[in-house]
């Protein structure tokens, strides 16, 4: 009888242990889900993050190109942009990037004459705007260069669309 009442201790021993067995391992198993998760979590932001400093990249680098192109056109052909509405207007279109983009006068009066020209390069695109003029009473003449590049051209709705812009004066 002795006998029996120990083997019968030592099952209900042995049936503890195992269920304690089963509950370290749903614990571990719980934590390694958990922190497989936060890795997951941590990696996809770093690749929305990554997309988006490459795009933004793209647009700074159109912007450039924008205004590069029109400072070569304003400075080596000089008289591409009109300084006033009695300015001729030698040109209606430049080459920027390879490729021949129409120059659009937006406004023009007695003081001053802005231009714009839309340009692509490689996937994404700029706007540009030329502002030429004198100020009132003043003879020193300014030219105003604003380029806005998109690493995604057409349509505003895209959320990964990022805009960068530089503005040159002299």
Same mark, same amino acid.
């Given at each position: 009888?002795?006998?029996?009442?120990? +083997?019968?201790?030592?099952?209900?021993? +042995?049936?503890?242990? +195992?269920? /304690?067995?089963?509950? /370290?391992?749903?614990?571990?198993?719980?934590?390694?889900?958990?922190?497989?998760?936060?890795?997951?979590?941590?990696?996809?932001?770093?690749?929305?993050?990554?997309?988006?400093? +490459?795009?933004?990249? #793209?647009? /700074?680098?159109?912007?450039?190109?924008?205004?590069? %192109?029109?400072?070569?056109?304003?400075?080596?052909?000089?008289?591409?942009?009109?300084?006033?509405?009695?300015?001729?207007?030698?040109?209606?279109?430049?080459?920027?990037?390879?490729?021949?983009?129409?120059?659009?006068?937006?406004?023009?009066?007695?003081?001053?004459?802005?231009?714009? /020209?839309?340009?692509?390069?490689?996937?994404? %695109?700029?706007?540009?705007?030329?502002?030429? #003029?004198?100020?009132?009473?003043?003879?020193?003449?300014?030219?105003?260069?604003?380029?806005?590049?998109?690493?995604? %051209?057409?349509?505003?709705?895209?959320?990964?669309?990022?805009?960068?812009?530089?503005?040159?004066?002299?």
């Amino acid at each position: 009888m002795f006998r029996s009442l120990v +083997k019968s201790q030592q099952l209900k021993v +042995k049936s503890l242990q +195992k269920g /304690f067995t089963l509950l /370290f391992a749903v614990l571990v198993g719980s934590l390694l889900f958990s922190i497989g998760i936060a890795i997951a979590h941590v990696a996809v932001r770093e690749i929305i993050l990554s997309a988006t400093a +490459k795009g933004s990249e #793209g647009a /700074f680098y159109a912007a450039d190109g924008g205004a590069e %192109c029109a400072l070569y056109w304003d400075l080596e052909m000089a008289g591409t942009f009109p300084m006033t509405s009695a300015s001729p207007r030698p040109r209606n279109t430049i080459v920027c990037g390879g490729v021949s983009v129409p120059l659009t006068f937006v406004s023009s009066n007695a003081v001053a004459a802005t231009t714009t /020209f839309s340009a692509p390069f490689y996937s994404s %695109c700029t706007e540009v705007l030329v502002a030429k #003029g004198a100020p009132q009473g003043g003879s020193r003449e300014y030219t105003v260069i604003e380029s806005r590049g998109r690493n995604i %051209c057409g349509t505003n709705e895209n959320p990964a669309r990022v805009e960068r812009a530089l503005r040159v004066r002299y």
